[in-house]
């Protein structure tokens, strides 16, 4: 049986017993990845080669909890808290009427109509009441988030539809354009650019990924199509009580699914563990067969 928590009680730091382990592991079969694991067990000596968890083989069970678990607790310690408003950034109206896009009188008529309605962007009212054009819309909101305006040209990949989970695509409101040169992945977003999804994608797939809005009219109808058409990798939803839990949880599917290699990652305030159970390819279109994903959340009780 792995011995874990040894290293504590001897003075040494994790990463020194890991690098001696290293030392004495064969670089041809490569070691249990647990820094805490001090059986030194190869993979030449024991009949498990998988799972593989963020790249590195686990020898047992709890090998693979304590992985885990220092990746759930890295993503936590990472986690900022949510922006109520971006206040640096010019309001939209003030923009378009700085660059002469609308006059005083339309701004003033939107935001009355805004606040009888008591919801809906300014944009929309500005669009509905003011007769503004839609690129005008998207391309001052492309100048708040500093960010370029995407055109869909046709409809979306539905190829794309594995890029990330149904769930999260239809919650975020992702819209995957494009691959360019089998290493950029084009984004769409519909009046923001979501960083904290961006930064996710790009973990898990390998992809950078770069990010732009499109006019409304055309992402509701591309969004749509993309849900409807498109086949998404099998999912599972986990609600924990706690982050012990969720980890405890974590660890028995991917001793269940004994996965060639996953990944996870914090999406705002929840999380997303991909599982390979193949080679890991950035190929595009992603191969929905051999993926399933984990969508993990923390209930207000923690």
Request: proline fraction near 5%; aromatic fraction near 6%.
């Given at each position: 049986m792995p011995i874990l928590g040894r290293a504590a009680r001897q003075g040494r730091?994790?990463?020194?017993?890991?690098?001696?382990?290293?030392a004495r592991a064969s670089s041809l079969f490569p070691s249990c990845?647990?820094?805490?694991c001090l059986t030194s067990w190869l993979?030449?000596?024991?009949?498990?080669?998988?799972?593989?968890f963020e790249g590195g083989w686990s020898c047992s069970e709890?090998?693979?909890?304590?992985?885990?678990?220092?990746?759930?607790?890295?993503?936590?310690?990472?986690?900022?808290?949510?922006?109520?408003?971006h206040h640096h950034r010019v309001p939209l109206g003030l923009l378009m009427l700085s660059e002469g896009w609308i006059s005083q009188a339309q701004l003033k008529a939107a935001l009355r109509t805004q606040k009888a309605a008591g919801h809906g962007?300014?944009?929309?009212?500005?669009i509905r009441d003011a007769h503004i054009e839609e690129r005008l819309v998207t391309r001052a909101l492309s100048l708040q988030w500093n960010c370029p305006v995407f055109s869909m040209q046709g409809p979306p990949d539905q190829g794309l539809g594995s890029i990330a989970p149904r769930l999260l695509v239809e919650a975020f409101g992702i819209l995957p354009i494009r691959v360019a040169g089998g290493k950029v992945l084009y984004v769409g977003f519909e009046d923001r650019i979501d960083r904290c999804v961006m930064f996710a994608i790009e973990r898990i797939t390998g992809l950078r990924v770069e990010a732009g809005l499109v006019d409304t009219s055309e992402f509701v109808r591309a969004h749509s199509t993309l849900l409807a058409g498109s086949s998404?990798?099998?999912a599972t939803l986990i609600e924990a009580v706690d982050a012990k839990a969720m980890i405890q949880a974590l660890t028995q599917l991917v001793e269940r699914a004994k996965p060639a290699d996953a990944r996870?990652?914090?999406v705002h305030n929840c999380y997303w563990m991909r599982m390979w159970h193949g080679v890991r390819s950035t190929e595009v279109p992603f191969?929905?067969?051999?993926?399933?994903?984990?969508?993990c959340s923390i209930g207000s009780t923690n």
């Amino acid at each position: 049986m792995p011995i874990l928590g040894r290293a504590a009680r001897q003075g040494r730091p994790p990463d020194a017993l890991h690098g001696e382990r290293a030392a004495r592991a064969s670089s041809l079969f490569p070691s249990c990845a647990n820094p805490l694991c001090l059986t030194s067990w190869l993979h030449l000596w024991r009949n498990r080669q998988v799972p593989v968890f963020e790249g590195g083989w686990s020898c047992s069970e709890e090998c693979t909890r304590e992985r885990i678990a220092v990746s759930v607790r890295h993503e936590m310690d990472g986690q900022q808290p949510e922006p109520v408003e971006h206040h640096h950034r010019v309001p939209l109206g003030l923009l378009m009427l700085s660059e002469g896009w609308i006059s005083q009188a339309q701004l003033k008529a939107a935001l009355r109509t805004q606040k009888a309605a008591g919801h809906g962007r300014l944009g929309s009212w500005l669009i509905r009441d003011a007769h503004i054009e839609e690129r005008l819309v998207t391309r001052a909101l492309s100048l708040q988030w500093n960010c370029p305006v995407f055109s869909m040209q046709g409809p979306p990949d539905q190829g794309l539809g594995s890029i990330a989970p149904r769930l999260l695509v239809e919650a975020f409101g992702i819209l995957p354009i494009r691959v360019a040169g089998g290493k950029v992945l084009y984004v769409g977003f519909e009046d923001r650019i979501d960083r904290c999804v961006m930064f996710a994608i790009e973990r898990i797939t390998g992809l950078r990924v770069e990010a732009g809005l499109v006019d409304t009219s055309e992402f509701v109808r591309a969004h749509s199509t993309l849900l409807a058409g498109s086949s998404f990798a099998k999912a599972t939803l986990i609600e924990a009580v706690d982050a012990k839990a969720m980890i405890q949880a974590l660890t028995q599917l991917v001793e269940r699914a004994k996965p060639a290699d996953a990944r996870l990652v914090r999406v705002h305030n929840c999380y997303w563990m991909r599982m390979w159970h193949g080679v890991r390819s950035t190929e595009v279109p992603f191969r929905r067969v051999g993926i399933e994903d984990v969508i993990c959340s923390i209930g207000s009780t923690n």
